[in-house]
């Protein structure tokens, strides 16, 4: 077996936006290397300073260095057919194949991590950055920060590694079955090989343990290793799977209890790489306020988190249509309501709907009146009831509740539970916070599943 020992250079962190500098392939037969390629690369951009203080490498170097075009063709030949070695991997392999992919060739070929491979075949060092291990393997570094020097320093410490894998980790690293080659370069395996294949929602963490992305599954295990295909070398993913340290889980009886916990859960920890539930927000609400003159008001607003509300809503017409209905039933002003402005009083009490609090013929007292039986019909028309499910295991079952038209909670009961009561089943259920997006989830799920809905 014929390995591709790599090393690269480059402009900045990730493919897409940035070009490589230099770039080093030492062919190694598994015993020592057989053959050298070390070339500068004029990456057609500007080096950033900071980068050519780390590496030495500035633009007067590379301009009159082959663009990657130029010699895209050898490096596909010396890549193609052997298994591409590099420290962190993942890294060097983005920028290559983005690359030769720009110039017509496709890499496919099997990658080894000797950051992976370290850890796993020579435990217990403090640090498995290249510079700081191979100091305390004795692996004198030429050249640092330059291709080749580490290059050929990782071949160094792929012979060492090839020595001490007595177990054959290697072949098995290599192997179809193992997600080795492709895990994050911080993420043991271990972590990956005791996820279940049931729904639930996964937290990946980062080397201090803060959560830095919740996600949800119908299949923990198969939804956690679909973050790792492909190749994206954009520079959010590339910094989001260097920062994947751990993977925690829990475990949910059914696909939408994962899907309500995923949204809890993004609330409450706000992870930095969670952008799009981070986004949703419930834009407006039905308030209830007293004025000046002792008149309680019903109206439509901006949703505001501090504010006490007596229902939510995604658009003004959904709002206004419940206003409406309130109002009809209930014969209230429409001014009163900020239905109908700039009027004197309102047509309601023109035609005979309203007693003419508009314009002060009914009092205050008599007029809250109505307006305390309309909130109290706004409760019954909201719906309470529970969304029953599978559970963890065969001896519970999952249940939601949704009372008063907002989602309560969460959580497992007993096949032998009685749930005609509310009251009972918000003592073992776990609260969680209502929105639009949530109750969305559940109302779908029940037009979906009837048969699963009970009504309390």
């Known amino acids: 077996m014929l390995y591709a020992v790599v090393d690269i250079e480059t402009t900045g962190g990730f493919a897409s936006g940035n070009g490589i500098t230099e770039i080093s392939i030492l062919v190694h037969n598994g015993v020592e290397v057989l053959n050298v390629y070390d070339t500068l690369i004029n990456p057609e951009q500007d080096i950033p300073t900071y980068i050519e203080s780390l590496t030495g ?10 663009v990657f075009s130029e010699v895209a063709g050898e490096i596909y030949e010396l890549l193609h057919d052997k298994v591409f070695v590099a420290h962190n991997v993942n890294f060097d392999f983005s920028f290559i194949k983005y690359q030769l992919s ?62 001490a894998d007595v177990e054959g980790v290697i072949a098995h690293t290599l192997s179809r079955a193992s997600k080795e080659q492709v895990l994050p370069p911080n993420l043991p395996k271990s972590q990956i090989d005791r996820l279940p294949r049931v729904p639930g929602v996964y937290y990946f963490k980062d080397q ?3 959560v830095i992305y919740v996600g949800k599954a119908k299949s923990i295990y198969q939804r956690v290793c679909s973050h790792f295909s492909g190749n994206n070398a954009g520079k959010q993913r590339q910094d989001f799977l260097k920062n994947i340290h751990t993977v925690d889980f829990e475990v949910c009886g059914t696909e939408l209890m994962a899907f309500i916990l995923e949204a809890a859960e993004i609330k409450r920890l706000w992870p930095k790489n969670n952008r799009a539930l981070k986004r949703f927000e419930q834009k407006y609400a039905l308030y209830v306020f007293e004025d000046q003159k002792g008149y309680m008001r019903l109206g439509i607003d901006k949703y ?40 004197a009083c309102c047509t309601g009490h023109e035609e005979g709907r309203c007693s003419g609090a508009c314009v002060g013929k009914e009092s205050a007292a008599a007029y809250n009146v109505r307006v305390k039986y309309a909130i109290a019909h706004l409760k019954t028309m909201l719906p309470t009831f529970a969304v029953i499910g599978e559970g963890r295991t065969d ?11 907002k989602f309560y909670g969460m959580g497992y009961i007993s096949h032998h539970t009685d749930i005609n009561g509310s009251e009972m089943l918000k003592s073992v259920l776990q ?26």
């Open 102 to 163: 720009s110039c017509g060739y496709e890499l496919n070929c099997k990658k080894l991590c000797t950051v992976r491979l370290s850890r796993k075949l020579l435990p217990g060092y403090g640090s498995y950055s290249l510079g700081k291990l191979c100091a305390a393997l004795n692996i004198h570094i030429h050249n640092r920060h330059r291709a080749g020097g580490d290059a050929a320093a990782t071949a160094e410490l792929l012979t060492l590694l090839l020595t």
């Open 304 to 343: 505001k988190k501090q504010a006490a509300v007596l229902y939510s809503f995604n658009t003004l017409l959904e709002g206004y249509d419940l206003l409406r209905v309130l109002i009809q039933e209930h014969l209230l002003c429409e001014k009163l309501c900020f239905i109908q402005k700039n009027r």
């Open 395 to 405: 001896d519970e079952q999952s249940c939601l509740l949704v009372e008063e038209g």
């Open 208 to 210: 201090k343990g803060t």
């Open 57 to 66: 490498i500035s633009n007067d170097m590379v301009i009159d260095a082959p």
């Open 431 to 456: 609260p969680y916070p209502s929105d639009e997006y949530i109750l969305n989830l559940i109302s779908n799920h029940v037009e979906k599943f009837p048969q699963r809905k009970i009504t309390v």
